[in-house]
């Protein structure tokens, strides 16, 4: 059964400064990883999807890695602003399954 | 294009009761997907369909829960007799093949 981590659960640093969150999983057979970001009482925004095949994918100033064969991705954010203040979910998709880390939620403190 | 549209937003009953939930997914997506989200139990898959037609309910709770999917713009979620534990956040999501899915906004259910 796949299962997906997320670490650090939360997480609080100064505006303008660049940070990585972390999500491992146990099965390495899988399709494809997503990234999302859900906002207090708000449904999820896909950020990046990254396919099995593919090692990193970037959007702005966001980049996702993905390490297959160690069951672990990376979301790296740049110069972090308060508005990136949000839960940040990882979800690996097996066949059409996606299953989700618990989240890390982060505060862009200005 | 409108996204994924949930009604109703916010849903408040009493236990026992029936609650009925509704999705109305991307035009042209193949694929639906209703999840439910707790505190404690995150995010989780409840079943999903493909073409109209459910493929994975494995992750129904139990037989008070049902899922129905009569065409490919429409799609239900139907708690009977509904619990105080059912209390929790429901998504829909479609996507296109096995692709990204994208979400509804949800809906918050609290069975008092």
Same mark, same amino acid.
């Given at each position: 059964k796949q299962e997906v981590t997320q670490i650090p659960a939360a997480l609080s640093v100064p505006e303008g400064e660049n940070l990585v969150l972390n999500c491992s999983f146990t099965d390495s057979a899988i399709y494809n990883l997503q990234w999302f970001r859900q906002d207090p009482g708000k449904g999820l925004t896909s950020l990046l999807l990254i396919q099995s095949s593919q090692?990193?994918?970037?959007? %702005?100033?966001?980049? &996702?890695?993905? #390490?297959?064969?160690?069951?672990?991705?990376?979301?790296?954010? &740049? &110069?972090?602003?308060?508005? #990136?203040?949000?839960?940040?979910?990882?979800?690996?998709? %097996?066949?059409?399954?996606?299953?989700?880390?618990?989240?890390?939620?982060?505060?862009?403190?200005? | 294009d409108a996204g994924v549209i949930q009604s109703p937003r916010h849903e408040v009953t009493e236990m026992g009761q029936e609650v009925t939930l509704r999705c109305k997914p991307i035009s042209g997506h193949d694929y639906l997907f209703w999840y439910r989200q707790t505190m404690m139990r995150g995010l989780e898959l409840l079943i999903y369909f493909n073409n109209n037609v459910p493929i994975d309910d494995s992750g129904m709770p139990e037989d008070?829960?049902?899922?129905?999917?009569?065409? @490919?713009?429409?799609?239900?979620?139907?708690?009977?007799?509904? *619990?105080?534990?059912?209390? @929790?956040?429901?998504?829909? @999501?479609?996507?296109?093949?096995?692709? *990204?899915q994208y979400f509804g906004p949800g809906t918050r259910l609290t069975v008092t």
């Open positions: 090692r990193e994918q970037t959007s %702005g100033r966001l980049n &996702a890695s993905l #390490d297959k064969s160690s069951g672990r991705s990376t979301l790296y954010i &740049a &110069a972090s602003q308060p508005g #990136d203040s949000a839960t940040y979910l990882c979800a690996v998709q %097996g066949a059409q399954k996606l299953v989700f880390g618990q989240g890390t939620r982060l505060t862009i403190n200005p | 008070r829960f049902s899922a129905k999917m009569p065409n @490919a713009s429409f799609s239900t979620l139907k708690i009977q007799p509904s *619990e105080p534990r059912d209390s @929790a956040v429901y998504f829909c @999501a479609s996507s296109l093949l096995s692709y *990204e």
